[in-house]
């Protein structure tokens, strides 16, 4: 059974605080992506990356940060977390090649800052 | 202008209907088209996959898309509580492109 697991499913943080969202997929994707999940917004690509340690800026950058040491693992980084930021946060992957690639998603991080 | 047009509804229908999701889009460079079914506090998942026009059908559900009018369908027949979720309409180009683009999702409620 494929898996794309994140680290939390319920984290509470406070304002300024470095916050930590860690994603890991057990299919050798090449690709990974955080998005945000906000009512009303939909999902919202902050960030992606298409190898080891290469990382592109998806379509709300600001305050976040990623890392992508190993293959499997990618990782979100909020630097200091704001108020802004309490969202749900859910990491996806896919397989380079091919036609019908299917995006598969992570169960979610819903983050409060306080 | 979103480049993927959905309705966030909620869309509310009796067990047993016949549902109806639909996007609309502006891009004309879009190849494939998915629908995503995401439970409440849950990731989403893929429900069907298409490429180009045409129909896609798959037990209750069937995909259809309609590249000259950008737009596409995704119906439910006999709807069941269980298929209460947020729907989301999601299309990507084609060669080495794996970004998805995304509807806004469609909230649908299946009384029963």
């Known amino acids: 059974d494929v898996k794309v697991t994140q680290s939390s499913r319920y984290l509470v943080k406070r304002t300024g605080e470095k916050v930590f969202l860690e994603c890991v997929q057990d299919m050798d994707h090449e690709n990974m992506f955080w998005y945000r999940q906000d009512p009303g917004l939909g999902l919202r690509l902050i960030y992606f990356s298409y190898d080891v340690k290469m990382k592109e800026k998806g379509d709300i950058p600001e305050g976040y940060s990623v890392s992508r040491e190993k293959k499997e693992r990618f990782s979100l980084i909020l630097e200091s977390a704001s108020t802004n930021q309490t969202s749900m946060y859910l990491c996806a992957s896919i397989l380079s090649g091919g036609s019908y690639n299917e995006q598969f998603f992570g169960p979610g991080t819903r983050l409060t800052v306080l | 202008q979103k480049e993927v047009e959905q309705d966030p509804g909620p869309l509310s229908v009796p067990e047993g209907a016949i549902v109806s999701l639909n996007c609309t889009y502006s891009?004309?460079?879009?190849?494939?088209f998915m629908w995503y079914r995401q439970y409440s506090r849950k990731g989403p998942e893929l429900l069907m996959y298409t490429y180009s026009s045409g129909n896609k059908e798959d037990g209750r559900f069937t995909a259809q898309v309609d590249k000259s009018s950008k737009y596409i369908s995704l119906f439910i027949r006999d709807s069941q509580p269980s298929d209460s979720a947020t729907y989301l309409c999601a299309m990507r180009k084609g060669g080495g492109s794996y970004i998805p683009t995304f509807g806004r999702g469609t909230s649908l409620i299946v009384h029963p």
């Open positions: 891009n004309s460079a879009f190849q494939y």
